[in-house]
Nanobody, 125 residues
Framework: QVQLVESGGGSVQAGGSLRLSCAAS????????MGWFRQAPGKEREGVAA????????YYADPVKGRFTISQDNAKNTVYLQMNSLKPEDTAVYYC??????????????????WGQGTQVTVSS
């Protein structure tokens, strides 16, 4: 059973930065898609970024391209989301998720099996 624990959320002013971490354990497949998703109040959960473990191929949603960077530390089984130039519209609960590579559609939340508990990111104007 894969377990995911997020950390690093908080409150920042517009233009600021945050780095989210997702520590994973219990892998049973050799390769996974690891994704970051977010859900704002009253909105559907949406994909933000995703990465293939080991291979390093990454994917980004259009609203965050050029501002967010997903990365991984394989030795620590940890995936990061560096968020720069934050905007008020980035305010949401951010979730880390994992899917076996064979089932992965990178930015589609419905394709992910394992989810973390979420961490709040609030960006004020």
């Amino acid at each position: 059973q894969v377990q995911l624990v997020e950390s690093g959320g908080g409150s920042v002013q517009a233009g600021g930065s945050l780095r989210l971490s997702c520590a994973a354990s219990g892998y049973t497949y050799s390769r996974y898609c690891m994704g970051w998703f977010r859900q704002a109040p009253g909105k559907e959960r949406e994909g933000v970024a995703a990465i293939v473990t080991g291979g390093g191929i990454s994917y980004y949603a259009d609203p965050v391209k050029g501002r967010f960077t997903i990365s991984q530390d394989n030795a620590k089984n940890t995936v990061y989301l560096q968020m720069n130039s934050l905007k008020p519209e980035d305010t949401a609960v951010y979730y880390c998720a994992a899917a076996p590579l064979s089932a992965c559609v990178p930015l589609q939340p419905g394709q992910y099996t394992y989810w973390g508990q979420g961490t709040q990111v609030t960006v004020s104007s």
